[in-house]
C-alpha cells in the first residue's frame, strides 16, 4: 500500500519560514518525480515545484523562484519543501505527489495535504 504522509504545515506570519516534509512508503522511491502542489481556497490545484529522479532536475513556479527549495533523500523516501519569505498569497493547502510515467504506464499517487496558513 503507497502512503504519502506530509507534515510540517502551520500558521505563520510574512515573511517567516516553514519546511514541509512529505515520508513516502510502499513504492520505489527512487523512481518517481516527486512535486508539490498547492490549492488555494477557491483556487484549482497548481503545481509549486518538482524535483526529477536522483534530483538531476528541479522546477518551480514563477511565484515561488527564489523563495522555495525542493528537495528530496532517496535514502530516507522523503521529499521536502523549503519555504521562505512566506507570503498571504503562500496560504494553502500543500500536496505531496509521486509520479513515474512510462509510455503505456502512469503511475501517480497523492499524499492527504498539510495546512499552510500565512497571516499577520
Known amino acids: 500500500q503507497v502512503q504519502l504522509v506530509e507534515s510540517g504545515g502551520g500558521l505563520v506570519q510574512p515573511g517567516e519560514t516553514l519546511r514541509l516534509t512529505c515520508v513516502a512508503s510502499g513504492l520505489s522511491f527512487s523512481n518517481y518525480v516527486m512535486s508539490w502542489y498547492r490549492q488555494a481556497p477557491g483556487k484549482e490545484r497548481e503545481l509549486v515545484a518538482a524535483?526529477?529522479?536522483?534530483?538531476?532536475?528541479?522546477n518551480y513556479a514563477d511565484s515561488v523562484k527564489g523563495r522555495f527549495t525542493i528537495s528530496r533523500d532517496d535514502a530516507e523516501k522523503t521529499v521536502f519543501l523549503q519555504m521562505n519569505l512566506l507570503k498571504p498569497e503562500d496560504t494553502a493547502v500543500y500536496y505531496c505527489?509521486?509520479?513515474?510515467?512510462?509510455?503505456?504506464?502512469?503511475?501517480?499517487?497523492w499524499g492527504q495535504g498539510t495546512h499552510v496558513t500565512v497571516s499577520s
Open positions: 505527489n509521486a509520479l513515474w510515467a512510462l509510455p503505456g504506464r502512469r503511475d501517480e499517487y
Open positions: 524535483i526529477a529522479r536522483r534530483g538531476t532536475t528541479v
